[in-house]
Structure formats: structure tokens, C-alpha cells
């Protein structure tokens, strides 16, 4: 008879293996910033720092998509590990 895996053990490695993918990946987004720009990504601390609206949405936009896309691969990853390793 087969084992059936612990189901919490699955989720919190998949959710703690998104998180850890996230902040890698915002760092990494923020050192390309840095790199191509010269400047950090725009936060919302810098409202009053005159970066311009397109600046903002752009930023914005690479880092959610990026971000949703790690997230998924790294929570689909480790869900897939957890599986096979409570299951034997």
C-alpha cells in the first residue's frame, strides 16, 4: 500500500521555498536595476524623489512578473521534492 504524504510537510516547503525564491529574486532584480540604470529600482519611499511615472511602471512591472514566475517554479519544485521524499 502506497504512503500518502504528509500533506503540511508539502505546503510549508513549497510556501517556505517561494519565499527564499522571492527575496533571491528581488535582489537579483535590483542588482540588474543598479547595473542598467545606476540607481536602485524606485520604492515607494521615493515618492517625493521625482522619478517619473514610466520609471515606476516598469519597475514595477519587471519585478511582479519576475517575482510570480519564481515563485511558482520554486513552490512547484519544492512541492514535487516534498512529495516524493514523504512518500517513500
Known amino acids: ?42 520604492v515607494e519611499e521615493d515618492a517625493d524623489a521625482g522619478i517619473r511615472l514610466g520609471e515606476v511602471l516598469v519597475a ?7 517575482v510570480a514566475v519564481v515563485q511558482v517554479l520554486a513552490h512547484r519544485g519544492a512541492t514535487k521534492a516534498a512529495r516524493q521524499v514523504t512518500t517513500r
Open 1 to 42: 500500500m502506497d504512503k500518502q504524504p504528509d500533506t503540511r510537510t508539502v505546503k510549508l516547503a513549497g510556501t517556505l521555498a517561494g519565499v527564499v525564491a522571492s527575496a533571491v529574486a528581488q535582489r537579483v532584480i535590483s542588482a540588474g536595476w543598479q547595473a542598467v540604470r545606476g540607481h536602485k529600482p524606485p
Open 60 to 66: 514595477a512591472a519587471l519585478s511582479g512578473a519576475v
